[in-house]
């Protein structure tokens, strides 16, 4: 798998949210996205997946443009992602809320098989017990884990995670956090957005931090935390006097 984002710029009326960033993850690469309120990381997530096409710039998968592909398009060409906020159908039961979006995608392969597909991929969440549950009765975290459930059913080579860890019990969070780090070991690459800075530096191979659209830091976590932009970019005037 490779992502190249090439000079993309996004625009929002007269603020330029992503001024011309270049990025590329390759591999099965685990790459935390950093970076203070407003830095722009879920409009660099949304420019990705589809929910906005760049003003300039090109957006590669495996040398292939998506950057003009609406968001379902690029699901089918392996970019799956959560949102800050679980957008379950909470009328629809665990299984329905697995099946919708394989059967959006691929409806030729029938119910049977994903609904076998959905039972393992719930089991592999320790949801598989909430299958008849309606999705409205899960607590946050658990909606979260739907969340990643339906994204898994797409079968995706890139993982794009939107605060996963945000408003989580601490026990559900650590389970969050096994369930990347095992997807990751099978192959999968992640991008994902987090204020959760413990568990942030802990599960990324590699941090990219974002200041006011642009990237200002790229590297190890280890190196990406001492370095004084970034000290900067989260303290302001605060670094300075220090």
Sequence with gaps: ???EIQRVVKRFGGIQALNGISLRISGNEL?????????????LVNTIGGVYQPDSGKILLNGRSIGNLQANNVVRYG???????????????????MLVPALALYPERGRKVWEKRA????DFLTMDHLRNDYA??????????LELGQILMTEPELLMLDEPFAGVHPRL???IFEYITTVHAQGKAFLIISHDMNSIFTLSQRLVVL????????????????????IKAYLGDEAEDA
């Design 119 to 122: 039972r393992e991929v719930l």
């Design 1 to 3: 798998m490779e992502l």
């Design 211 to 230: 200041s006011y659209g642009d990237i200002i830091a790229d590297g190890p976590p280890e190196v990406v935390k001492h370095d004084e932009g970034v």
């Design 31 to 43: 790459v935390g996205l950093i970076g203070p309120n407003g830095s722009g990381k879920t409009t």
């Design 136 to 145: 409205r009765s899960l607590s946050g975290g658990q909606q979260k884990l």
């Design 173 to 175: 969070m650590e389970t």
């Design 79 to 97: 970019v799956g992602r959560t949102f800050q906020v679980p957008r379950a159908f909470r009328r629809m039961t665990v299984m329905e809320n």
